[in-house]
Each structure stands twice: as structure tokens, then as C-alpha cells.
């Protein structure tokens, strides 16, 4: 069905409909990518879900729980793990679909449960993960802004990350219990192919006002705030890594402070990758929040769609990062597969 048989729906006949109809040409172009997306998707998080957790192997080794940012960053691999699993599970639909044309009919009332527990757990992970990982950017900008503080030197301690790590999920949590307050499941009787006759069957129902609320709340906490605090922390960790830059060309620098900006460029690389996956998505959800239009949801719908498989993709950043720029998770990494053998690989300097 295309977007262009409701077009008389929400407009009048004596008006100029023309632009409607080159919006939803547009938004069924968008429904075909996103529906493609969607089918491929879940299989896209399986590789996913692999890469993180060797990353979550390799940041969970000894030699590697040596610093607040890289115990900080196993929380992000285990939400990042947590969301992918929910994407990856679509799988099973998929297949059930395409072997069954009747599957998943009718609903049961288990199964629509099942479903509002996922979508907690799936929004729950996904803010995690944001908030976790702009808590990281937010611990190094404090630390190289105020290097010789000790105050400010105790936050690359482990020790910091589990206020870090308890504090994000018991923040969230709260968060996406609350955006199912009002829902009701109710039964109804449902026709269909598969059921001439009728068959009962059980769905969520959600006052449209409690929904709309739930959904911008979600919106401005997931999106839209970290949104504007990504930059903010990109540009202060930029301004420190020129300054860096500039006193490594005054002097010798020690092993320690060259190890120190290592660091500095990694949390600035994570960050700004992170920001390039939140940023398309921050915006999608605030135009469906201020669009006032009914006829465009289903675009910005779609086009939330595309984005979040940018988002998946973004999960694989930190392994790439990492192992392009810390020398440290490079060593652990070919310890790992070398069975601990560590005689074996040069020792050097860890990140700091």
C-alpha cells in the first residue's frame, strides 16, 4: 500500500494537494529503504553482538581494569550487548513469517507481556548506552582540564567507574517504567485470512495523550540533551588535545603524557562517532515530536528506522577504536589469543 492512497484522508479535495503528493512519493521511496534495512538488520546485530563481546573479553582482562575509562567502557559493551540481542531476536520473527503466512496469530496475552518487557529492557539499554558513554567523555574533560587537581586525578581511578555503572541504570530504569504507565491489555476479536471466522486475540492499548508524553520525555532524556552535550565535551577534548600538541612541540614529552593524549584522542574519537550515530537520530525523533502534520509520521517513522541502524552500527566503533589507538588493548588482544602467553608479546606502555 502507498502512502499516496491516504493523501484525501488529510486533505480536501479544492486543495492544492501537490506538495502532499511529492512527500509521500518521498516518504514510500524512504518506507522501501527502511523495510530493507529492517529485514537486514537483525543480522547485522549478530556480527554486532560477536564484536562486542571480544571487546567486553578484552576490556574484562586484568591488564586492562586498570582505569576508570576502560571500566566505564565495559558497561557501554554490555548495553550495547543488551541492545543488540533485542534487534538480533527479530530473526525469529523473520524466519516465522516466512514459513508460516498465520505465525505469530493469535496474540497471546504472554507473548504481548513478553513484548513490554523487551521494550523496556530495549529502551533501558539504549539509554545506557548514550548516557554511559557521554559519561566517559564528561570524566576525561574534567581530568584534562584539571590535571594537577587531585580531586579531579581520583576520576581515572576504577574504583569511580562503579558509581558510573550503578548510577546510569538505576537512573534509566525509572525512566522506561514509566513510559508504560496507562497500558492496558485488552482482548479483541480479529479476521483474517488465517481466521475467517474470528479469533480473540490480545493488544496493547495506551492513551494517545500518556503516549505523545512518554514519547517526547524519552525523546529530550535519550536523545536530545546528549545531543547537545556531545559537542560541547568534542569541542573542550579538541581544544585539550591542540594544546597538547602544542607543548609536544616546545619540549621532549615523557612516555606518561604521550600516553596521557593517547588516551585524550580515543575518548574524542569514541565520542565524536557516538555523536555521528546520535545526532541523525536526535533529529529524526524531535521532527516527529514537532511535526503537527499526521500525514508525515510515517516518514520520520522511517527515517527513525534508517537511523537506528546506524546506531547498531556505532556498537562497533569502540572495538575499532581501541584497537587502532591502545596499544594496551592490542597487547591484551594478542595475549588473549595466544592463551595468556604473555613472553610472547612485547610488553608496552599502557594507557593511562
Known amino acids: 500500500m502507498s502512502y499516496c492512497d491516504s493523501v484525501d484522508y488529510f486533505y480536501d479535495e479544492e486543495e492544492d494537494n501537490s506538495t502532499a503528493l511529492v512527500l509521500c512519493q518521498l516518504t514510500d521511496k524512504i518506507s522501501l529503504v527502511s523495510m530493507t534495512l529492517y529485514m537486514f538488520s537483525p543480522f547485522l546485530s549478530v556480527l554486532c553482538i560477536l564484536i562486542n563481546i571480544l571487546h567486553l573479553i578484552i576490556l574484562t582482562r586484568k591488564s586492562m581494569r586498570n582505569t576508570s575509562i576502560n571500566v566505564i567502557m565495559t558497561a557501554a559493551a554490555v548495553s550495547d550487548?543488551?541492545?543488540?540481542?533485542?534487534?538480533?531476536?527479530?530473526?525469529?520473527?523473520?524466519?516465522?513469517?516466512?514459513t508460516d503466512p498465520c505465525f505469530g496469530s493469535p496474540v497471546?496475552?504472554?507473548?504481548?507481556?513478553?513484548?513490554?518487557?523487551?521494550?523496556?529492557?530495549?529502551?533501558?539499554?539504549?539509554?545506557?548506552?548514550?548516557?554511559i558513554s557521554l559519561s566517559i567523555a564528561t570524566i576525561r574533560t574534567l581530568v584534562v582540564r584539571n590535571p594537577m587537581d587531585p580531586k579531579f586525578e581520583r576520576l581515572t581511578k576504577p574504583y569511580t567507574a562503579l558509581f558510573v555503572i550503578l548510577g546510569v541504570p538505576i537512573s534509566s530504569l525509572p525512566?522506561?517504567?514509566?513510559?508504560?504507565?496507562?497500558?492496558?491489555?485488552?482482548?479483541?476479536?480479529?479476521?483474517?485470512?488465517?481466521?475467517?471466522?474470528?479469533?480473540?486475540?490480545?493488544?496493547?492499548?495506551?492513551?494517545?495523550?500518556?503516549?505523545?508524553?512518554?514519547?517526547?520525555?524519552?525523546?529530550?532524556?535519550?536523545?536530545?540533551?546528549?545531543?547537545?552535550?556531545?559537542?560541547?565535551?568534542?569541542g573542550l577534548l579538541v581544544k585539550e588535545m591542540h594544546k597538547a600538541t602544542e607543548n609536544q612541540r616546545r619540549l621532549t614529552s615523557s612516555k606518561k603524557t604521550i600516553d596521557y593524549n593517547k588516551t585524550t584522542r580515543l575518548v574524542f574519537y569514541n565520542t565524536l562517532f557516538f555523536f555521528i550515530s546520535l545526532f541523525p537520530l536526535?533529529?529524526?525523533?524531535?521532527l516527529l515530536l514537532l511535526s503537527s502534520t499526521e500525514f508525515l509520521w510515517p516518514m520520520f517513522i522511517d527515517l527513525e528506522s534508517i537511523v537506528l541502524v546506524i546506531f547498531t552500527l556505532n556498537t562497533m566503533s569502540h572495538f575499532v577504536i581501541y584497537m587502532l589507538m591502545s596499544s594496551q588493548y592490542q597487547n591484551t588482544t594478542k595475549e588473549l589469543f595466544l592463551c595468556g602467553d604473555s613472553h610472547q608479546v612485547e610488553q608496552k606502555a599502557s594507557i593511562e
Open 81 to 98: 550487548i543488551c541492545y543488540l540481542l533485542i534487534v538480533a531476536s527479530r530473526i525469529y520473527l523473520l524466519i516465522g513469517m516466512y
Open 108 to 131: 497471546s496475552y504472554l507473548s504481548v507481556v513478553l513484548d513490554i518487557i523487551i521494550e523496556i529492557l530495549n529502551d533501558c539499554s539504549q539509554r545506557c548506552s548514550t548516557w
Open 175 to 234: 525512566f522506561s517504567l514509566a513510559f508504560q504507565i496507562g497500558i492496558r491489555i485488552t482482548k479483541q476479536k480479529e479476521f483474517s485470512e488465517c481466521y475467517p471466522k474470528g479469533v480473540l486475540t490480545y493488544i496493547v492499548d495506551q492513551k494517545v495523550s500518556v503516549k505523545q508524553l512518554s514519547s517526547t520525555v524519552s525523546a529530550i532524556i535519550s536523545n536530545i540533551i546528549p545531543c547537545l552535550l556531545f559537542p560541547i565535551f568534542a
Open 282 to 286: 536526535g533529529v529524526s525523533r524531535t
